[in-house]
């Protein structure tokens, strides 16, 4: 059985900063709301006719496939993590392998929003483990910003989120107690409700509390209607006591149980890189764990919450700053949509 490591890591975040200050041209809002509730100062927006989730992608694979020392060419399997796809269908996997110009891979796409990279990298290591594949990529990217309510009725969400993208490439390792030492994937979706993007959607409202009204036809035309633009039915919905209130709980939960799986305590932990939800619930997190400012990295205030991208870029922001050091403990923890959570546990 191999060991699996992460060999290169890139990162990729647009050239377009929004201030909070800026949100205000769009929408009722002020800087100190956004600040004292999530922590976040400016947020990077992709440019909206150049650039896609898979392009961003691109751009962070790059950097991590030339940090491995490896070409796309060696790549021989892609794992992409995305709440915001290109497309409905196909994933932004196999658009990533055809503008990088990779072999006939198999190419998988995530859609476990938050916890997507969590997720992506624990698929990679037991593919890695069991010596299926040997340079797996793993991308988590995001271009939020297209399907945000911008205006006043959509400011509780609309200002969390950001985009941009981050990839690892993970590869088998012999050294001994290196690499990923275990992840732990969780889920529960009783509330799944409760942080979503309904529409479009399969599902036709069925069983949600303001069903839409669809066209009178006998088959087809269930996907979206001018009265669900019009509504704002087709924006995402957070009920964010909810979701703070559960992710409080099952982040320290997540990663102490990495922590006995491999009897550890936290303070063992070199870096915690949690995934960038909300910097109140990170601050709460480091608290329960007893960590202490240095050990924990958080950059939520200039990218806001860039969901299945936030931990890449925050794990690559950290190693690059070299707050990352050869043999380090490093903890990945998520927490999101679904309810899902994950935690890996990784020795540098
Ligand atoms: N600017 C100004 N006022 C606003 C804004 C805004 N951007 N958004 C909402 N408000 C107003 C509301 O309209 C409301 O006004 P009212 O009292 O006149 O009705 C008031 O602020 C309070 O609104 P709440 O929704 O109750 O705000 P709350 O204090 O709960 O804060 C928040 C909302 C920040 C989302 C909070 O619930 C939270 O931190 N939740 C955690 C969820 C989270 O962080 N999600 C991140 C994404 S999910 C993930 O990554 C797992």
């Not at 041209?25 to 650039?51: H, N, P, V």
């Not at 910003?145 to 950001?162: C, K, L, Y």
């Not at 529960?188 to 036809?217: R, T, V």
């Not at 050990?295 to 190693?319: D, R």
């Amino acid at each position: 059985m191999f060991q699996s490591r992460i060999a290169g890591i890139g990162y990729y975040v647009p050239k377009n900063i929004y201030t909070n200050d800026d949100l205000k041209r769009f929408m009722d809002t002020s800087d100190e709301w956004i600040q004292e509730r999530t922590g976040i100062k400016e947020r990077r927006y992709a440019d909206r006719l150049t650039e896609t989730t898979t392009s961003m992608g691109v751009e962070a694979a790059t950097i991590a496939i030339q940090r491995a020392g490896i070409t796309s060419k060696d790549v021989d399997f892609i794992i992409f993590a995305t709440l915001s796809p290109d497309y409905y269908f196909p994933g932004c996997a196999v658009l990533l392998q055809r503008t990088m110009g990779m072999g006939e891979v198999g190419a998988l796409d995530i859609r476990n929003q938050c916890s997507g990279f969590v997720y992506a990298l624990s698929i990679a290591d037991q593919f890695v483990k069991t010596g299926m594949y040997k340079n797996i990529l793993v991308v988590g990217s995001e271009k939020q910003s297209f399907a945000m309510d911008h205006s006043t009725r959509g400011r509780a969400i609309s200002v969390i989120f950001g985009d941009g993208a981050g990839a690892v490439i993970v590869q088998p390792t012999t050294e001994h107690g290196k690499g990923i030492l275990s992840t732990h994937l969780h889920s529960d979706g009783a509330e799944a409700e409760k942080l979503a993007m309904y529409y479009p959607g399969a599902s036709g409202g069925i069983g949600l509390a303001n069903q839409p009204k669809w066209p009178d036809q006998e088959l087809g035309g269930m996907f979206i209607t001018p009265q669900m633009i019009a509504d704002g039915t087709i924006f995402p919905v957070m009920d964010g006591q909810a979701v703070f209130k559960k992710a409080v709980v099952k982040f320290p939960e997540v990663i102490l149980e990495a922590l006995a799986k491999n009897n550890l305590n936290p303070t063992d932990i070199d870096l915690l890189v949690p995934h960038q939800a909300n910097l109140r619930i990170s601050q709460y997190v480091q608290k329960k764990l007893g960590l202490t400012d240095d050990k924990v990295f958080n950059n939520i205030q200039k990218y806001g919450n860039t969901t299945a991208a936030s931990i890449p870029i925050a794990l690559c922001e950290a190693w690059e700053a070299g707050k990352i050091k050869e043999g380090d403990l490093v903890c990945l923890a998520a927490f999101g949509a679904g309810f899902t959570w994950g935690s890996a546990l990784i020795r540098w």
